[in-house]
């Protein structure tokens, strides 16, 4: 079947916009396709919809679904900062606790190391460490090699762990043995098994807001487990985090943050954000009714 759809100038997509019921000035519209493509806002204007059907419902404008763009621009940028300052603690821990179980090079000499990879996702994992350690343009990372090269082919797991990517941390963190991934996750105050669903998830929304993806009302396809027991009552009264939408992603965040980054001033910036786009539905994000009653949040 061929693909019956010819290309559309700027001027002509306004106008389908328009024909379809979108209210707002041809003019803007024209200029703002021109940078941000059609089908990048159609995600934020789908809520908009008649379903079934191509129409808006009466009343939509473009400048409600553009207010939503920008939003999620903006919050991208806020989940990003929290993302960073949770992965720059991980590769830190997990190169310590690492090192001081296995030494320095122990994650390529020792295969006890890694017991949670078979032989092959372990071989796999040095090749890929090895090709990012060449493409590596850091300054340390020519100056071991002017200094030791003759000796080692790879990094000292400290600086290893600083230029792999955050993917290929996830493997080197699934394959410690449980010793180092507990002693990871206790500095976030999390079992492991949870702190590892965690990091699965984080690295799917870096990856989405590095890629400049949706986030207000996506569904997670990576969601992370909830901590659960009375020592984690946080999580379930008198607010049910769900796991779902961005909101449980914005919580683990905030949990991770108040153990690692105490002084950050992140919930602060995330709630000005909200406060500055206060048409945005909420609950498109998961926010319950009274998430400030959140212990979390609190």
Request: charged share 20%; aromatic share 14%; hydrophobic share 45%.
């Amino acid at each position: 079947m061929q693909y019956p759809k010819p290309p559309l100038t700027f001027e002509e997509q306004a106008d389908l916009l328009i024909g379809r019921g979108m209210l707002g000035d041809r003019g803007l519209m024209i200029s703002r396709l021109s940078v941000v493509n059609y089908y990048r806002l159609s995600g934020y204007w789908h809520p908009f919809r008649e379903i079934p059907g191509d129409t808006f419902k009466a009343g939509t404008t473009f400048d409600a679904v553009w207010i939503r763009y920008v939003f999620d621009r903006r919050l991208r940028l806020v989940v990003m900062d929290a993302i960073e300052r949770i992965e720059v603690a991980v590769r830190t821990r997990l190169a310590y606790e690492h090192a001081h179980s296995f030494g320095v090079f122990g994650y390529v000499d020792d295969p006890g190391s890694l017991p949670k990879l078979a032989p092959t996702v372990r071989s796999d994992f040095l090749a890929v460490v090895g090709e990012e350690t060449r493409r590596s343009r850091e300054v340390f990372v020519k100056h071991f090699f002017a200094k030791y090269g003759d000796t080692y082919v790879f990094l000292p797991v400290w600086e290893a762990t600083e230029i792999m990517a955050f993917g290929t941390l996830l493997t080197f963190f699934t394959g410690s043995p449980r010793a180092v991934k507990k002693a990871v996750a206790d500095q976030f105050g999390v079992p492991w098994e949870v702190f590892r669903s965690w990091l699965l998830t984080l690295n799917t929304v870096r990856n989405t807001c590095a890629h400049h993806g949706r986030l207000w009302n996506r569904v997670l396809g990576t969601k992370p487990l909830l901590p659960v027991g009375a020592s984690y009552a946080d999580w379930a009264k008198p607010v049910r985090i769900g796991n779902e939408k961005v909101f449980g992603v914005l919580t683990l965040c905030r949990h991770c943050l108040r153990q690692v980054a105490p002084q950050s001033a992140w919930p602060e910036r995330l709630r000005a954000l909200l406060t500055e786009f206060s048409t945005i539905p909420l609950a498109s994000m998961g926010f319950p009714t009274d998430w400030k009653d959140s212990p979390i949040w609190q």
